[in-house]
């Protein structure tokens, strides 16, 4: 009697260790898999990740203007060249930033400093501050600063203000339009000009650019914009297969190549059209068992290094937009859920050179997740 108590005693231990596995069962063989905690973006994470942007917006150095000189005239400071978005080291990040403290207040009627937010975004983007950044994307050296990374947040950002029920968000979207406009302008003119997409872990790769984009024409119900998309999407990456993944991520990815042409697939094909593809383009991702290593971050102080946390969020972003309304890929959360969870704890307190961007990143991650 003793013996068998003895036995049920370790058989529960054993089961309570194991808790948090599921078992998966593949040609006669048991796969133990961790089930990844769903990371929640809540009003105290909200909080704290609404610093890093708060913090850095009105942060003018260090400051990398990747600017072309044309004369004496462009040696300004950041702030004289872009009143709206000088801060957070670069313009795309000062552009993202806004769009994460838009996004959180959106989501978050009772964030900290909210009114102290607000009065930050009226200043920044104003009628005179946006007429000022037209003038400098209408300069002659200018015409592809910021294409199409920047141009995809600016969108994102534009999008956002859409779909925020609040007088601010109104005054801010109407002062924003004519640069949104010019930005709308540009990718209808460059698209039909690009033979072939750049497919680089960093800032050019046009599937991200695309993708932004395409959620601002849906949003925005911009019939021209989305056709185009829709037509360059399939003709350059339409008959892809076998994608590389494990040559992800390179050494400072911060996007990952292939994961980002397939959440870009999936907006623009139907279902069933975007599952065919899909099983050519990345058959591994359809095994229950799959599993992708998390980009490790050996040193958070390099600027380049870190990016391999936002290749984390990016994957994960990904990863659950092509898993949403498939159940036959709902693993892949799972997945998403780890690169999640092994960034998300470093980027608040951390270097600058991370804190700067990396918040928009978490945040565009997290709302990704199933609420």
Not at 53 to 59: E, F, S, V
Not at 121 to 144: D, R, W
Not at 173 to 182: F, I, K, R, S, W
């Amino acid at each position: 009697m003793k013996n068998l108590y003895l036995i049920l005693v370790i058989i529960l231990a054993f089961s309570c260790t194991n808790s948090n596995k599921k078992e998966v069962l593949k040609e006669d063989v048991t796969y133990n898999i961790e089930v990844i905690e769903n990371p929640i973006l809540n009003l105290q994470q909200a909080n704290r990740l609404a610093q890093l942007p708060l913090h850095c917006m009105a942060t003018e150095y260090p400051n990398k203007l990747n600017q072309t000189i044309g004369s004496a005239l462009d040696l300004q400071t950041p702030k004289e060249l872009h009143p709206a978005f000088y801060g957070c080291f670069d313009w795309h990040s000062a552009v993202h930033g806004h769009w994460s403290l838009v996004s959180l207040l959106k989501q978050f009627p009772n964030l900290e400093h909210r009114i102290e937010i607000e009065e930050k975004l009226l200043q920044n983007i104003s009628k005179e501050n946006i007429a000022k950044e037209l003038l400098y994307f209408k300069g002659q050296y200018n015409t592809s600063f910021e294409r199409t990374y920047g141009w995809a947040w600016l969108l994102k950002l534009a999008e956002e203000l859409r779909g925020w029920d609040s007088d601010v968000a109104r005054d801010l979207e109407v002062n924003l339009q004519p640069l949104t406009d010019l930005i709308i302008n540009k990718y209808l003119e460059f698209l039909p000009k690009l033979n072939y997409p750049i497919r680089v872990g960093e800032h050019p790769n046009t599937a991200f650019g695309l993708s932004f984009a395409y959620d601002y024409a849906i949003a925005v119900n911009h019939i021209e914009l989305k056709m185009l998309i829709e037509a360059r999407a399939k003709d350059f990456y339409a008959k892809d297969s076998g994608c590389p993944l494990e040559w992800e991520p390179s050494g400072f990815d911060f996007l990952s190549p292939c994961l980002e042409e397939a959440a870009l697939m999936k907006r623009v094909l139907l279902k069933d059209e975007f599952k065919n593809w899909f099983q050519e383009f990345l058959p591994q991702l359809k095994e229950s068992t799959f599993n992708l290593a998390v980009g490790k971050v050996s040193d958070r102080t390099d600027g380049k290094l870190v990016h391999l946390d936002g290749v984390n969020f990016s994957r994960a972003w990904s990863l659950n937009y092509i898993a949403k309304d498939l159940p036959e890929y709902a693993h892949l959360k799972n997945v998403a859920n780890q690169h999640i969870n092994y960034s998300l704890p470093s980027i608040v307190g951390d270097s600058y050179e991370g804190g700067h961007w990396l918040g928009s990143f978490a945040i565009y991650a997290l709302n990704s997740v199933d609420k």
